[in-house]
């Protein structure tokens, strides 16, 4: 018998196309295949009037700041002539608190337009607050989806925070006990509501993102004198690092290597009851940025405008005591107290600036609000209570979810490199998986792999013979 | 101060419903998150009188009515920072003390 999610969820394709008012098959070229770069811009905005809708917005334009205190600190530990320059992009300067409002506010700007009543997004990040915000600015409605408490109704305090805040925007907060079928609800709210669907993974959204590239070149070029040698950014879902990416080439920084930083939480099960409470990070980590760059078509469109392996020239892991060092440490030395996941990429980009020449320049491209829930020792004394260890050591002995390990000295922060060549093995594992049985790829499906893997035909032909073996 | 056990017509509450038993849950979940209905909540006006447990109707922010048991009359958020952490207090401290070494070492202030 048909439960009620898979009555909700065969009707998601027709719902999902009401609710993002666009048709996503003009885009199919093959059961694998897409064209990607018409998606991008169907909407029709130019990169200038993206701008102009931030502006309006209250968005964008945030400060660029070197941080030359942690940088000198990082020298310090540094051989001769190594230590990068650190600057950091402060995005908690945006009005809502996070990079997370240039996607909202082009996706309200398209929701006003199309003349929707309101908008839905599930989220249980700084978007729900970007999407709240906006909306209010907008005055349309707002559902905000979350999965927020584990099946005791423990708050994981992070989350509890952004419904707060998301509330306080005057959204409706609909908040849920762990497991994926959040998106079984949305859906069924688009459909009652006849909302718009303000996806995080919308070309609307990944769009809105690639000022922030934009700006950082031009910052930099200002600045230095050149684009930065490196771009480091914090990975979830992958749209902050494709948006970044994109931003910045079309700037014309072509030189600019794109890093991509999480926090490690392997050994964790992201729809866990058990281990929902004690990850001690609800994004910026492996347990979105692996899964997400590997299949980008599992979120809540058909096609994912978030395809971070096309950018990623890096991928580097922190752990979590790490991150939560470096989160003290920037407030202490840098006067930013800012939320620990949005400080990924700096605990990384410390590692980093360690083996790179003095010349080198490395930005940090986001930071996020933080207060109380959101903070890293909010975050440190629930870890406590939900049984986790909490101690000063060797950040080697870090264990997802029952050890949180500071480090002792700064010279014990070091990111560790995730094997990017095998995140584009497993994504081509999946397109196939993913294509109707019995499907034989094209010339044109190996070029399409190619592109949304960043390698070549022969690279993409090399893999599907190997798997083909296997 | 408002009883708050019992909401009244008008009050800011919260109600809790269930919206997937475990049968109808989605498939390939662990058994910890499995074996538990999909619970939700949300906030909005109570549309008449109820205790808690009771069944009661809301008006949210949105305009939409959504029925479910009573479980909290004006609810507050309770999250706070908590006590420092003792393994990080002294991190601002030493590497302060670290830095100023090697500015010094470098040959002062720059």
């Not at chain 1, 409706?172 to 762990?178: L, N």
């Not at chain 1, 407030?331 to 980009?349: S, V």
Request: charged share 25%.
């Amino acid at each position: 018998m048909a439960t009620k999610f898979d009555a909700i969820m065969a009707r998601r394709g027709e719902i999902m196309r009401k609710a993002l008012g666009m048709d996503y098959s003009e885009f199919e070229l093959s059961p694998i295949a897409f064209d990607y770069e018409r998606m991008m811009t169907a909407h029709g905005y130019s990169l200038d009037d993206i701008v102009g809708i931030q502006t309006r917005a209250g968005v964008g334009n945030t400060p660029l700041l070197e941080l030359r205190n942690i940088t000198d600190l990082v020298r310090s530990i540094s051989e001769p002539g190594k230590g990068a320059r650190i600057f950091v992009k402060d995005e908690a300067a945006n009005l809502a608190g996070a990079f997370k409002d240039r996607r909202a506010s082009v996706s309200i700007h398209v929701a006003k337009e199309k003349g929707y009543e309101g908008v839905i997004a599930a989220t249980s990040g700084n978007y729900g607050a970007a999407v709240a915000s906006q909306a209010a600015r907008n005055g349309l409605k707002c559902i905000i989806c979350q999965e927020t408490y584990d099946s005791r109704k423990i708050g994981q305090p992070e989350i509890v925070e952004k419904g707060r805040i998301c509330e306080a925007y005057g959204a409706e907060v609909v908040q849920m006990t762990v497991g994926p079928e959040l998106f079984f609800h949305m859906v069924e709210l688009l459909d009652v509501t006849g909302y718009f669907a303000a996806s995080l993974y919308s070309s609307f959204g990944v769009s809105g993102i690639e000022t922030l590239g934009l700006e950082i070149s031009n910052e930099m070029r200002s600045l230095t004198g050149a684009d930065p040698t490196h771009v480091i950014v914090t990975h979830a879902g992958g749209g902050n690092t494709t948006g970044t990416a994109r931003g910045l080439k079309r700037a014309g920084a072509s030189g600019t290597q794109i890093v991509s930083a999480s926090v490690d939480l392997s050994g964790l099960h992201m729809a866990s009851d058990d281990d929902f409470n004690r990850k001690s990070f609800t994004t910026g980590h492996t347990g979105f940025g692996v899964p997400f760059a590997t299949w980008p078509d599992r979120a809540d469109v058909p096609r994912n405008a978030a395809r971070p392996l096309r950018y990623i020239d890096r991928y580097l892991t922190v752990t979590q005591g790490e991150v939560f060092y470096i989160t003290e440490a920037m407030a202490k030395l840098e006067g930013l107290e800012r939320g620990p996941a949005g400080n990924t990429a700096m605990t990384a980009a410390v590692s980093l600036a360690r083996d790179l020449p003095r010349e080198a320049t490395i930005v940090v491209q986001e930071t996020e609000y933080t207060g109380a829930g959101k903070h890293h020792w909010s975050q440190l004394n629930f870890a406590r209570e939900m049984g986790v260890e909490v101690r000063a050591g060797d950040p080697r002995d870090n264990a997802p979810g029952k050890v949180i390990v500071i480090p002792e000295a700064i010279e014990q922060i070091k990111a560790n490199d995730f094997d990017v060549a095998r995140m584009r093995k497993s994504y081509v594992r999946n397109a196939l998986k993913n294509a109707p049985e019995g499907y034989a790829p094209t010339a044109d499906d190996i070029g399409f792999l190619a592109a949304d893997t960043n390698s070549d035909a022969a690279a993409v032909e090399a893999i599907m013979a190997e798997l083909k073996e296997a | 101060m408002a009883d708050a056990t019992r909401a009244r017509e008008g009050d800011w509450v919260e109600v809790e419903c269930k919206l997937l038993d475990p049968a109808d849950r989605s498939k390939n979940l662990p058994p910890e998150t499995a074996e538990k209905p999909l619970m939700m909540w949300v906030k909005g006006f109570a549309q008449g009188g109820a205790g808690m447990g009771e069944e009661l109707t809301i008006e949210t922010m949105t305009g939409r009515k959504v029925t479910g048991a009573l479980s909290a009359v004006n609810p507050g958020y309770f999250i706070t920072y908590g006590n420092p952490i003792p393994e990080l207090t002294h991190v601002g401290r030493d590497l302060r003390k670290q830095l100023a070494a090697y500015r010094v070492a470098q040959g002062g202030e720059r």
